[in-house]
């Protein structure tokens, strides 16, 4: 693979007390030097001293003075760390006098190391790629000090900070656009006339009209001057909520992750379309960010994704939501596996408030198959639970909310492609 | 040469080492007493362990699974007694039955110098490997090699001198005495 710089930032250095000891290599010398004295006395026989002899010389020079103290510096990345990409940890050791350093990184099981080199001024690098999003530890960084001699040595353990890790987010090229949308300016065709560049039709001047929008070819055909009109642009808001209240599936593609990623791609589809974003995360609370626009909303949502910071709420407060978290007339967007009862019953009261909603199944595991026996009564079970399912997104389709699969592969516009063709016609 | 590829060749060297070793310590094979035996198959377990260490294996570094998801009462020490062979010191078994299956022989100096020579360049070997270091930091060990050495081929003409006559125990006298000093010297550290 191929190494990117990567910018790190330096933290305080922390002074660490250390203990020496014997090294592996010393104690073997001291093994063999008192296994040939011991064999020479006992068996009188001086050829065996001459084994302690060169033992004991190769441990005289490991007497000298040794630090008690040493200084670590960690440095963790700057920027953000997506999961799948590569990131780097730097780590200087300093005060070990002539002692020879050796760093071992002890990383955590959502990380898998790419590489170690030195970098400039006494820094070490460790390259690592993270698979999985979360604020995590990296790991343990294991330091080992010998003496000049390697007679000596001392090891220290020390956890590594944490790590936020990003999820990746899913592609998403086209939007989901309601009908109705807010009187706010934005990039979107909005139905009404307007000041924007869509073309609309053709009316009839009246004075105060601006004279460049006369439409000649129209006003020669009629016989009085005509006008070209134009759509308004407005911007919707979209509120999205992310249900990571089960997370079923294998590790990578479970539906946390594909919700998480989703949410993350969707978020910044539509902040880069200047729209007002907010996110609700439904997890073992309920955390929100209000709907805003622009770059430091994107930050936020992101830091709720992957570090589920907020204050938390109870989960029944998401019918009931307050309108400057669900503003009246928003596109609400939920990434869900729908195994949560309570959950949908909050969809159906969100519809019955009105909100145009639009539900992304991100459930892509099943119940296993039964062995032996038991294989019958766990087809049966499975059976019911698929039933089950039916019926849970049949009853959503009912009363207006689409539900439509991701399966965490392609591009999110696949599943959205039926509403992003047109708008979505919204209360 | 790549870092795993050297890793791996002197991981060879080294089991090469240790097998010379066994070999030369417990040639000639004579007889079918009882301890000579225990002591043979306690250098070749110490030497395939000690080894297999080198090698990162899991038995060297006493990663070993647990019995099951649950913690059951002797789940501990279960795991105490699976990590227990990777935590022991096998080179330095390897080196003390290697030197005792030399000493069940008749004296036979220049024999057990040889020897020496070898556990010396194995213990170098060991050490190298093991702290993943090049040659080079052997380099400000060499006059004390080379000074250790001559004092081992030195207790070893003691020895071969013929008879016991009083050249031979002064020799050996002063040898033991320059070790103790050394050892001495070297112990606090």
């Known amino acids: 693979m191929q190494s990117q710089p990567v910018l790190l930032t330096a933290g305080p250095r922390h002074e660490l007390p250390v203990t020496w000891q014997l090294s592996g290599h010393a104690r073997r010398l001291v093994s063999v030097a008192v296994a040939g004295l011991l064999i020479a006395v006992i068996t009188r026989r001086p050829e065996f001293v001459g084994l302690a002899a060169p033992a004991l010389l190769l441990l005289l020079p490991g007497r000298g003075r040794q630090p008690d103290h040493l200084g670590i510096e960690i440095a963790t990345p700057a920027g953000q760390v997506t999961e799948g990409s590569q990131a780097a940890v730097g780590v200087r050791i300093s005060g070990q006098g002539a002692g020879q350093v050796r760093l071992r990184l002890h990383p955590g099981n959502w990380i898998s190391l790419a590489g170690e080199s030195p970098g400039e001024d006494g820094w070490f690098n460790f390259r690592f790629v993270p698979g999985r999003w979360g604020a995590r530890q990296l790991g343990t960084l294991e330091v080992v000090i010998f003496d000049r001699w390697r007679l000596a040595a001392c090891r220290v353990l020390t956890s590594l900070p944490p790590v936020i890790c990003y999820p990746e987010p899913a592609r998403l090229g086209s939007l989901v656009v309601l009908s109705k949308l807010p009187a706010r300016l934005g990039e979107h065709t909005s139905r009404r006339p307007g000041e924007g560049v869509e073309f609309a039709g053709v009316r009839e001047f009246v004075p105060g009209d601006r004279q460049r929008r006369i439409n000649w070819p129209a006003t020669t055909r009629r016989g009085t001057l005509q006008l070209n009109t134009f759509t308004a642009e407005r911007a919707q808001t979209t509120v999205i909520l992310m249900d990571i209240s089960v997370d079923v599936g294998a590790a990578g593609r479970s539906s946390a992750d594909l919700a998480v990623r989703a949410a993350a791609g969707t978020a910044a589809a539509y902040l880069a379309a200047r729209d007002r974003v907010g996110l609700i995360s439904y997890g073992k609370h309920l955390r929100w960010i209000a709907p805003a626009a622009g770059r430091r909303q994107a930050e936020r949502i992101s830091y709720l994704i992957a570090a589920g910071a907020g204050p938390p709420y109870p989960l029944e407060m998401l019918g009931s939501l307050a309108g400057d978290i669900l503003p009246p007339g928003a596109l609400v967007i939920v990434f869900s596996p729908l195994l949560t009862l309570r959950l949908i019953e909050s969809l159906r009261a969100l519809r019955e408030r009105g909100f145009a909603a639009v539900v992304v199944d991100v459930l892509t595991a099943q119940p296993g198959t039964g062995h032996g026996r038991y294989r019958a009564t766990a087809d049966l079970a499975r059976r019911i639970w698929r039933m089950e399912q039916e019926a849970i997104r049949f009853s959503l389709r009912e009363i207006g909310i689409p539900v439509v699969h991701w399966d965490g592969q392609s591009a999110l516009d696949e599943p959205l492609a039926p509403f992003t063709r047109r708008q979505v016609v919204s209360r | ?189």
């Open chain 2, 1 to 189: 040469m790549s870092r795993p590829a050297a890793r791996t060749r002197t991981i060879a060297g080294v089991a090469l080492l240790v097998a010379a070793e066994v070999t030369w310590a417990a040639l000639p094979l004579g007889g079918s007493a009882a301890f000579p035996s225990l002591v043979l198959a306690c250098a070749v377990l110490a030497a395939m362990m000690s080894v297999a260490r080198l090698a990162d294996t899991a038995a060297a570094d006493g990663e070993q699974s647990r019995p099951g998801g649950y913690d059951w009462p002797w789940s501990s020490a279960w795991l105490w007694l699976t990590a227990l062979p990777g935590r022991l010191p096998w080179a330095e078994v390897l080196a003390v039955a290697v030197l005792v299956l030399e000493a069940l022989h008749p004296a036979r100096p220049w024999h057990t110098v040889v020897l020496i020579f070898l556990l010396f360049w194995f213990l170098l070997a060991y050490h190298l490997a093991e702290s993943d270091a090049g040659r080079v930091v052997l380099g400000p060990q060499l006059p004390l090699l080379l000074a250790g050495g001559g004092l081992a081929v030195l207790c070893a003409a003691a020895a071969a001198l013929p008879g016991t006559g009083a050249g031979a125990g002064w020799l050996a006298v002063l040898s033991g005495v320059a070790a103790v000093v050394a050892a001495g010297l070297a112990l606090p550290v």
